[in-house]
């Protein structure tokens, strides 16, 4: 029997196979304890930006190890990484009008904060009626019940329903499995105004916020249309919803901006990160809240006890916060935004050679910034998902990890990956498909 439960594992297949157990890492590559070297073509699980083993973060974890590992933020309490943290974001996320920054433990946690912020924020706008939240289909935001209840991945939530009674779900904008118009070129952005039926249909007074990752990752990295997200931002707005951008995967340099939301011109009430703000060196989640949230929140304050009722041990866990600030000064120091549209302009037109030259196998890929899918054409008679997997276990064997979801191919490298790297990940990706005919 394992006595390690594995998350998201087929711990039967586990008994029998074992995990492979990774020994050490550097740059984009991470080695098993066999020796067996792999290039990692999805950083971990969309997170190592700067790659692995970089000695400036060990460096920086180290010295705040030697100053002070630990001590509580509850309050009035605080320590330095966690305020000069607070305030690089807050710089950094500027454009997107962010003010303030809440810090907890991961991705969930971040989303679970929102969610919260965004009910309590209603109340004290004496509006108490606003309690439901909207999220998507094909959503992933964590594995917390609410973070769950507005997650769209059927097979993730069935098994814990019921879920908060109060999540309602929209359509995503997926072009290639779209509700509205299956199999039609033409886009109408029906998906876009579905969301304000559903808001005109639950009532505008009873709608707290929607939730959105900009580029839905874990879903199958759906890009939405060019103007999706600003038309839905655009339906929050007029009937008072607040708008959460999911962050945890599109944050930090993935889509060669610091943001999705950058990326796709909004600006949103409340954003959530995790994943790239240490680039995995030590697990850390923010949610960050535009002035006007923040400012309602303070003119309700009391004398005594916290405006809200919410905080993790661990918030603003200094050596989690002193990773996170030696990770940006790299990203900033290597410019590694614009290599990430460089050299995800170099794998986007690698993929669309694929696409040519596997036009029986291949849907079709796409790469914005260092962020990708491949869809597979399903085999005839093969349920949906198998080839997938399929074909990244190929790969795997070659020594090259994609993640399949589905019959998508997820790609997301570290954003410091080479040209000569990137012809690695396209090699094994035709090998396999040459392979499999
Ligand atoms: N939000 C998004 C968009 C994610 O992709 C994930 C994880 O993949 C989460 C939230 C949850 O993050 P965590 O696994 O750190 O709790």
């Given at each position: 029997?394992?006595?390690?439960?594995?998350?998201?594992?087929?711990?039967?297949?586990?008994?029998?196979?074992?995990?492979?157990?990774?020994?050490?890492?550097?740059?984009?590559?991470?080695?098993?304890?066999?020796?067996?070297?792999?290039?990692?073509?999805?950083?971990?699980?969309?997170?190592?930006?700067?790659?692995?083993?970089?000695?400036?973060?060990?460096e920086a974890i180290g010295k705040q190890a030697e100053k002070l590992s630990w001590f509580s933020s509850f309050?009035?309490f605080a320590n330095r990484p966690s305020l000069d943290l607070?305030?690089?974001?807050?710089?950094?996320?500027?454009?997107?009008?962010?003010?303030?920054?809440?810090f907890?433990?991961?991705?969930?946690?971040?989303?679970?904060?929102?969610?919260?912020?965004?009910?309590?924020?209603?109340?004290?706008?004496?509006?108490?009626?606003?309690?439901?939240?909207?999220?998507?289909?094909?959503?992933?935001?964590?594995?917390?019940?609410?973070?769950?209840?507005?997650?769209?991945?059927?097979?993730?939530?069935?098994?814990?329903?019921?879920?908060?009674?109060?999540?309602?779900?929209?359509?995503?904008?997926?072009?290639?499995?779209?509700?509205?118009?299956?199999?039609?070129?033409?886009?109408?952005?029906?998906?876009?105004?579905?969301?304000?039926?559903?808001?005109?249909?639950?009532?505008?007074?009873?709608?707290?916020?929607?939730?959105?990752?900009?580029?839905?990752?874990?879903?199958?990295?759906?890009?939405?249309?060019?103007?999706?997200?600003?038309?839905?931002?655009?339906?929050?707005?007029?009937?008072?919803?607040?708008?959460?951008?999911?962050?945890?995967?599109?944050?930090?340099?993935?889509?060669?901006?610091?943001?999705?939301?950058?990326?796709?011109?909004?600006?949103?009430?409340?954003?959530?990160?995790?994943?790239?703000?240490?680039?995995?060196?030590l697990?850390?989640?923010?949610?960050?809240?535009?002035?006007?949230?923040?400012?309602?929140?303070?003119?309700?304050?009391?004398?005594?006890?916290?405006?809200?009722?919410?905080?993790?041990t661990y918030s603003g866990h200094p050596l989690a916060c002193a990773a996170a600030l030696a990770?940006?000064?790299?990203?900033?120091?290597?410019?590694?935004?614009?290599?990430?549209?460089?050299?995800?302009?170099?794998?986007?037109?690698?993929?669309?050679?694929?696409?040519?030259?596997?036009?029986?196998?291949?849907?079709?890929?796409?790469?914005?910034?260092?962020?990708?899918?491949?869809?597979?054409?399903?085999?005839?008679?093969?349920?949906?998902?198998?080839?997938?997997?399929?074909?990244?276990?190929?790969?795997?064997?070659?020594?090259?990890?994609?993640?399949?979801?589905?019959?998508?191919?997820?790609?997301?490298?570290?954003?410091?990956?080479?040209?000569?790297?990137?012809?690695?990940?396209?090699?094994?990706?035709?090998?396999?498909?040459?392979?499999?005919?």
């Amino acid at each position: 029997m394992l006595s390690r439960w594995g998350p998201y594992t087929n711990m039967r297949m586990m008994t029998s196979s074992g995990p492979i157990v990774i020994d050490h890492a550097q740059g984009v590559y991470v080695w098993d304890e066999s020796g067996k070297k792999y290039l990692d073509a999805h950083a971990g699980l969309w997170l190592a930006n700067v790659g692995y083993g970089r000695a400036e973060i060990h460096e920086a974890i180290g010295k705040q190890a030697e100053k002070l590992s630990w001590f509580s933020s509850f309050g009035g309490f605080a320590n330095r990484p966690s305020l000069d943290l607070a305030e690089r974001l807050q710089a950094l996320f500027a454009p997107e009008n962010m003010a303030t920054v809440f810090f907890s433990n991961d991705g969930s946690e971040a989303v679970e904060t929102a969610l919260k912020l965004s009910r309590e924020y209603w109340k004290l706008m004496g509006k108490p009626g606003k309690t439901k939240l909207i999220g998507r289909q094909y959503a992933y935001h964590g594995v917390t019940m609410g973070a769950l209840s507005v997650a769209g991945i059927t097979p993730n939530r069935r098994l814990f329903e019921p879920l908060l009674a109060d999540a309602r779900h929209a359509p995503a904008p997926y072009r290639n499995h779209c509700t509205f118009h299956p199999g039609d070129s033409q886009c109408t952005m029906a998906c876009a105004r579905e969301l304000e039926r559903i808001i005109q249909f639950e009532g505008p007074d009873t709608v707290a916020a929607f939730i959105a990752e900009p580029v839905q990752a874990a879903g199958g990295v759906i890009f939405p249309p060019a103007d999706y997200l600003a038309q839905v931002r655009s339906i929050c707005q007029q009937y008072d919803v607040l708008f959460i951008a999911d962050e945890v995967v599109t944050g930090f340099g993935r889509l060669g901006e610091w943001s999705g939301s950058r990326y796709y011109h909004i600006q949103p009430d409340m954003m959530t990160f995790a994943k790239g703000i240490t680039s995995g060196y030590l697990p850390l989640g923010a949610t960050a809240v535009s002035a006007p949230i923040f400012e309602v929140f303070l003119q309700n304050s009391q004398d005594r006890g916290p405006e809200f009722r919410h905080g993790n041990t661990y918030s603003g866990h200094p050596l989690a916060c002193a990773a996170a600030l030696a990770n940006i000064d790299l990203i900033e120091k290597e410019d590694l935004l614009s290599r990430a549209q460089e050299q995800g302009r170099y794998l986007n037109e690698q993929l669309q050679k694929l696409v040519r030259e596997f036009s029986e196998d291949i849907v079709d890929a796409q790469c914005e910034g260092l962020l990708g899918r491949v869809e597979l054409h399903p085999h005839e008679g093969q349920a949906a998902g198998i080839q997938g997997e399929k074909v990244s276990e190929h790969m795997k064997a070659q020594g090259v990890i994609v993640r399949p979801v589905g019959d998508v191919l997820t790609l997301s490298p570290p954003l410091i990956i080479t040209r000569q790297e990137i012809d690695e990940i396209i090699f094994a990706l035709h090998e396999t498909l040459a392979g499999l005919k």
